[in-house]
């Protein structure tokens, strides 16, 4: 904006929000899981991102043909040997980050394994309740919009 690079956007939705961030960098990570990587060939791939919530620095951005649990945790891993071992992380509810509602017995999955073995606090956003992981899924809008939303499938992964 004070560059005259950038300009202010109007707000999608009209409602009063709570703005929060860690203290110093390193005390939170924000991670989760976008799709919309579309190769020639029909399949999907998607993207393991992760931010460091103080500094809005982008600690992973992986890309992974399957979601799986450990495609994950390789990436997760790889991010704290380049970075650092953040205090806490904060996910949404998906498999591949929590066995607590696991049927018909909650389980430890390796994600949580991981952060328990790292002594990271893994802190889960309350159901449908997007705006707690705000600046990663502001980052996934952003990259939505200015790579992915406008290009052809890639020719390979």
Known sequence: ???????????????????????????????DLVGGVFLADGRECKLVTGIDDHSRFVVISTLVTVPSGRAVCEAFVSAM??????????????????????????????FERICRQNGITARLTKPRS????????????TLR??????????ASF
């Open 1 to 31: 904006m004070r560059n005259g690079l950038m300009t202010s956007q109007e707000q999608e939705h009209k409602r009063q929000f709570k703005c929060w961030h860690r203290a110093a960098p390193m005390h939170l990570w924000q991670m």
């Open 81 to 110: 040997r380049r970075y650092g071992v953040p205090s806490e992380v904060l996910t949404d509810h998906g498999k591949q980050f929590t066995g607590r509602f696991a049927k018909p017995l909650p389980v430890e999955v390796m």
């Open 130 to 141: 997007p705006t707690t992981t705000g600046k990663i899924e502001r980052f996934h809008k």
């Open 145 to 154: 919009r200015e790579f992915l939303d406008h290009v052809a499938p890639f």
